[in-house]
């Protein structure tokens, strides 16, 4: 092989013409290079025959000297070793090969992030997750409302703490939606690009971050229309903030901020996954370790963020209770009122829907402990067609005569002892619904329990109460 010269004279070569590449630039060299040449101006180029840069390491790690590199010299590759590893951890394709590979992979995309930043993602996919868009990071705000309002010393103290309550549902405001940002542009966005190269494919940002995005534009929409309004005109007339301003964005809270049905119906479930995958997921604790660190963060953790739109949402009618406490006249208080009134019936709503959810959820789970309903041995297939259409026991159904918002709970079992026969005594297991108990052979630990009597309506049962209930097995009489 002959020995080549050094590479001509040009600011950007190498690696960094290859990141500026990737990150959106654009580099190519302004001289053809003569052939045979592997060392044209502008940058290193490989032969077709793929010889390999010697002694060029892209990224190192850990705390030791830096060792003293070569000079760039090309080599031809070495033959494929089929025995061993470099890595000392198995053979080349054992999973924990490929574990150590992961990471590391990961590692060298998470510092590339830290230098150049975060990559691009398509359009569509910025304006689905919100990436960039929007200005909210940019919106300037004062440090007091006392910068707006040349006499604020001339105004009472009464005066002056409603001011300060209503500033801090502004500012707060803004911080919360920094924050939401946080997870769209930070957290989604760095799991979406790992992804894009087959990394954390696994994790499901869908699962983790997937009505943040309407969050976000729901919070945008109210700054634009009722706070940032509320703002403008202090600024402009250098009067006090008007609460009055803000009634009918709050008047209509139930359609505005109608994302946070969905959002706290799922944030149990959700924060359980992102648990589930930090425990259980090397690879996406360490994306989440990257992230939390990082400066835009502000050291906030996932879970922390995650729970951010639950308390905000929680939080207006205490920050407008604050508002009423300081105001003096008697409009603003009829204002005020119906704010907080709105906000609270939307809350109950909100929390209508989340039991409703956790209901369904607990029936769920009860339906999946109880076998089918199987109470007579048919005698012949004409026989079991009859019977199939009654033999069925559907838990999931909406129970007769009763509105569709209330779900079937299951509110009692145990083990009870019923007789059989003159003197024979069975023992059974019970499950009491809220419309119908059910009579089941005492399970064992994985099977399911299997109904051994007719289900029982309520209507049918009767009841009584007992002086020492702990001393009954069943606590119930049935007749």
Not at 228 to 243: K, Y
Not at 337 to 365: C, D, P, W, Y
Request: hydrophobic residues 35%.
């Amino acid at each position: 092989m002959q020995a080549l010269g050094p590479p001509n004279k040009s600011p950007l070569q190498g690696l960094v013409a290859s990141r500026i590449e990737t990150y959106g630039g654009r580099y190519r060299a302004s001289v053809a290079s003569p052939p045979g040449n592997v060392s044209p101006r502008g940058g290193l180029l490989l032969d077709p025959s793929r010889r390999l840069l010697q002694g060029y390491v892209p990224f190192t790690t850990g705390s030791g000297p830096a060792r003293r590199l070569s000079p760039l010299r090309l080599r031809e590759p070495e033959p494929e070793k089929t025995h061993g590893s470099p890595f000392g951890v198995g053979t080349p394709h054992s999973p924990k090969l490929k574990e150590v590979t992961k990471a590391h992979e990961l590692q060298v995309r998470l510092h590339t992030f830290s230098m150049f930043g975060m990559p691009r993602l398509p359009r569509e996919d910025r304006q689905r997750w919100e990436i960039g868009e929007g200005s909210e990071n940019s919106v300037a705000i004062e440090k007091s409302w006392k910068e707006l309002v040349p006499g604020h010393k001339e105004m009472s103290r009464e005066l002056c703490h409603q001011q300060e309550a209503l500033w801090e549902l502004l500012t707060t405001e803004l911080i919360y939606v920094r924050k939401l940002k946080i997870m769209t542009d930070l957290l989604a966005a760095g799991l979406l690009n790992l992804q894009r190269v087959g990394l954390l494919t696994e994790v499901s940002a869908e699962t983790l971050f997937g009505n943040v995005p309407s969050l976000i534009r729901a919070h945008r929409s109210f700054w634009e229309e009722v706070l940032g309004p509320t703002l403008e005109e202090t600024r402009a007339s250098g009067q006090p903030l008007d609460p009055v301003s803000l009634q009918d964005g709050f008047l209509t809270c139930s359609q505005r901020f109608q994302p946070y049905v969905l959002y706290c119906l799922r944030v149990r479930q959700t924060m359980a996954y992102a648990r589930e995958q930090q425990d259980h997921n090397p690879l996406f604790h360490i994306f989440v370790q990257w992230c939390e660190k990082h400066k835009r963060s502000g050291r906030q953790m996932l879970g922390d963020l995650l729970i951010k739109p639950h308390q905000r949402i929680t939080k207006y009618p205490l920050l407008l209770q604050a508002v009423l406490k300081r105001t003096p006249k008697p409009q603003a208080q009829e204002a005020l009122t119906a704010m907080i009134t709105a906000m609270e019936s939307f809350l109950r709503h909100i929390n209508k829907q989340v039991r409703q959810g956790e209901e369904q959820e607990s029936l769920v789970a009860a339906a999946r402990r109880i076998g089918p309903y199987e109470v007579l041995e048919p005698s012949s297939e004409e026989v079991e067609k009859n019977l199939r259409q009654f033999s069925t026991l559907d838990l999931m159904a909406p129970m007769l005569e009763v509105a569709p918002e209330h779900t079937r709970q299951l509110l009692l079992e145990g083990p009870a002892r019923v007789k059989e026969g003159r003197e024979g005594k069975l023992d059974v297991y019970l499950f009491l619904f809220s419309d119908v108990l059910l009579v089941t052979k005492p399970p064992r630990k994985a099977d399911k329990a299997k109904v051994i009597r007719p289900p029982l309506m309520l209507e049918k049962l009767v009841c009584r109460p007992l002086r020492d209930p702990s001393k009954s097995r069943g606590g119930m009489g049935i007749r």
